[in-house]
């Protein structure tokens, strides 16, 4: 038997003690299927008091995690500490820098700094392998980077955040309020006590801009998101998307066009007869459409300790089976050097129209006004329908479905309503997608 390899870990959280736990529970397994013994030699945290309900064995403990980056005694550093920089970057560049493989589930990290990493790891000629930074236990990254090798990507999207999907699932599902669904998300801890990062799509945001490198060769560019949450999704929302037969899910999408690229990050309309409507709590879905093989979609647990820890296993395991000598594949499916400045899309029509709420006013002329503000923008309307309680006297609701039109069509009839003065609260805009 070959020599043990040796991991080091920063971060024992809730994914860091599953790790810890399952090297220890499956090592006879994995030595079984990687050839070798993994061994967990040292590990990092802030409190070595606490009781995190699992035997560190002999590990040796580092107080800071650049020093266990940096020790001579692993092979791999696992960094499980979060965050885009402080010692989560420090570390993981000073363990690539000393020519360790690095593991992580850091998806900020990588958003923010991958591009640089991957070309110290690729010019030290370690591994930065990261499947558990996106989409949880689902194998997303190894499928793109090397499942669909020669294929060509168009697009890839989906739920890429349980919080959310939970969210819009509990609000169909028992007709609450987003507020009472927040609430028991975080009491099930689902959801942050401060759940801005999740519900205003910062975490789907980071995920699809890794995404986005690896489909299409470029850069990573997290920046060039347009970012929109779901906070102000409504029960009226939710029940008019059920009558025209769509599911709302908040969606992360990103397509090759002739112009560019465009990522875009926000609340999205589903046929309900489509397989991603029917993804609910906190499972995680993504597709990827090809020219060889169409589209695929891996659906799965999105999120939680057991999960992500599956992810970072089978990294360890990855990095195991590979031979020193080993020729490895680049970080992003082409080497750092090759990838290509992020170019974004212009405005482009939008094949699935727009879902459009507005609360009016209940005056003569109001639908005529609407009317005319969408035929100025060259909008085409595939239904206008009113919706009201016939008790309430000053105003209504009219929900609008557009034929294929561009956003800046949308927004500009949307603000020219708006001054017009003919709504009661802000407007509801949500785009209608085609879906696998």
């Given at each position: 038997?070959?020599?043990?390899?040796?991991?080091?870990?920063?971060?024992?959280?809730?994914?860091?003690?599953?790790?810890?736990?399952?090297?220890?529970?499956?090592?006879?397994?994995?030595?079984?299927?990687?050839?070798?013994?993994?061994?967990?030699?040292?590990?990092?945290?802030?409190?070595?008091?606490?009781?995190?309900?699992?035997?560190?064995?002999?590990?040796?403990?580092?107080?800071?995690?650049?020093?266990?980056?940096?020790?001579?005694?692993?092979?791999?550093?696992?960094?499980?500490?979060?965050?885009?920089?402080?010692?989560?970057?420090?570390?993981?560049?000073?363990?690539?820098?000393?020519?360790?493989?690095?593991?992580?589930?850091?998806?900020?990290?990588?958003?923010?700094?991958?591009?640089?990493?991957?070309?110290i790891a690729e010019k030290?000629?370690?591994?930065?392998?990261?499947?558990?930074?996106?989409?949880?236990?689902?194998?997303?990254?190894?499928?793109?980077?090397?499942?669909?090798?020669?294929?060509?990507?168009?697009?890839?999207?989906?739920?890429?955040?349980?919080?959310?999907?939970?969210?819009?699932?509990?609000?169909?599902?028992?007709?609450?309020?987003?507020?009472?669904?927040?609430?028991?998300?975080?009491?099930?801890?689902?959801?942050?006590?401060?759940?801005?990062?999740?519900?205003?799509?910062?975490?789907?945001?980071?995920?699809?801009?890794?995404?986005?490198?690896?489909?299409?060769?470029?850069?990573?560019?997290?920046?060039?998101?347009?970012?929109?949450?779901?906070?102000?999704?409504?029960?009226?929302?939710?029940?008019?998307?059920?009558?025209?037969?769509?599911?709302?899910?908040?969606?992360?999408?990103?397509?090759?066009?002739?112009?560019?690229?465009?990522?875009?990050?926000?609340?999205?309309?589903?046929?309900?007869?489509?397989?991603?409507?029917?993804?609910?709590?906190?499972?995680?879905?993504?597709?990827?459409?090809?020219?060889?093989?169409?589209?695929?979609?891996?659906?799965?647990?999105?999120?939680?300790?057991?999960?992500?820890?599956?992810?970072?296993?089978?990294?360890?395991?990855?990095?195991?089976?590979?031979?020193?000598?080993?020729?490895?594949?680049?970080?992003?499916?082409?080497?750092?050097?090759?990838?290509?400045?992020?170019?974004?899309?212009?405005?482009?029509?939008?094949?699935?129209?727009?879902?459009?709420?507005?609360?009016?006013?209940?005056?003569?002329?109001?639908?005529?006004?609407?009317?005319?503000?969408?035929?100025?923008?060259?909008?085409?309307?595939?239904?206008?329908?009113?919706?009201?309680?016939?008790?309430?006297?000053?105003?209504?609701?009219?929900?609008?479905?557009?034929?294929?039109?561009?956003?800046a069509a949308v927004r500009?009839?949307?603000?020219?309503?708006?001054?017009?003065?003919?709504?009661?609260?802000?407007?509801?805009?949500?785009?209608?997608?085609?879906?696998?």
């Open positions: 038997m070959a020599d043990a390899l040796r991991i080091g870990i920063a971060g024992l959280g809730t994914v860091g003690a599953s790790v810890v736990q399952m090297l220890g529970t499956k090592g006879a397994e994995l030595t079984r299927q990687c050839g070798r013994e993994i061994a967990t030699v040292a590990v990092s945290a802030r409190d070595r008091g606490r009781d995190r309900g699992i035997d560190l064995g002999n590990a040796q403990w580092f107080d800071d995690p650049v020093a266990l980056a940096r020790s001579a005694e692993i092979d791999v550093f696992v960094e499980l500490i979060g965050g885009e920089d402080g010692a989560a970057l420090a570390s993981v560049r000073t363990a690539l820098e000393t020519g360790r493989h690095v593991v992580t589930a850091n998806k900020a990290l990588l958003s923010k700094h991958g591009v640089q990493l991957a070309a030290k000629g370690v591994l930065l392998n990261y499947e558990a930074a996106v989409a949880g236990g689902i194998p997303v990254i190894k499928t793109m980077r090397e499942a669909l090798a020669g294929n060509q990507v168009s697009r890839v999207f989906g739920i890429m955040n349980g919080t959310c999907n939970y969210i819009l699932t509990r609000m169909e599902a028992e007709g609450l309020s987003f507020e009472e669904c927040l609430k028991e998300a975080q009491r099930l801890g689902y959801a942050e006590a401060d759940p801005t990062f999740d519900i205003e799509g910062h975490d789907t945001a980071h995920k699809l801009s890794i995404l986005t490198s690896i489909a299409f060769g470029c850069r990573i560019s997290a920046d060039d998101i347009y970012l929109e949450g779901i906070s102000n999704i409504t029960q009226a929302d939710i029940r008019a998307a059920a009558e025209l037969g769509y599911r709302i899910k908040l969606l992360g999408v990103a397509q090759k066009t002739d112009s560019g690229i465009e990522q875009r990050v926000h609340p999205t309309m589903v046929p309900t007869s489509s397989v991603i409507a029917q993804v609910h709590g906190v499972t995680n879905a993504v597709a990827i459409e090809t020219d060889m093989l169409g589209e695929l979609l891996l659906s799965g647990p999105g999120a939680g300790g057991n999960a992500t820890a599956s992810a970072v296993i089978g990294d360890i395991a990855d990095i195991a089976k590979s031979r020193p000598g080993f020729q490895h594949g680049p970080v992003f499916g082409r080497p750092a050097r090759e990838l290509q400045p992020y170019k974004r899309a212009r405005m482009r029509s939008h094949a699935g129209g727009y879902f459009i709420r507005l609360t009016v006013h209940d005056r003569i002329g109001v639908f005529a006004a609407i009317a005319r503000r969408m035929a100025d923008n060259d909008i085409s309307l595939e239904s206008i329908v009113q919706h009201g309680d016939a008790t309430e006297t000053e105003h209504k609701t009219v929900i609008l479905v557009t034929h294929e039109t561009t956003e500009k009839a949307v603000e020219g309503i708006t001054r017009d003065g003919h709504l009661v609260d802000k407007p509801q805009v949500i785009r209608i997608e085609r879906a696998a």
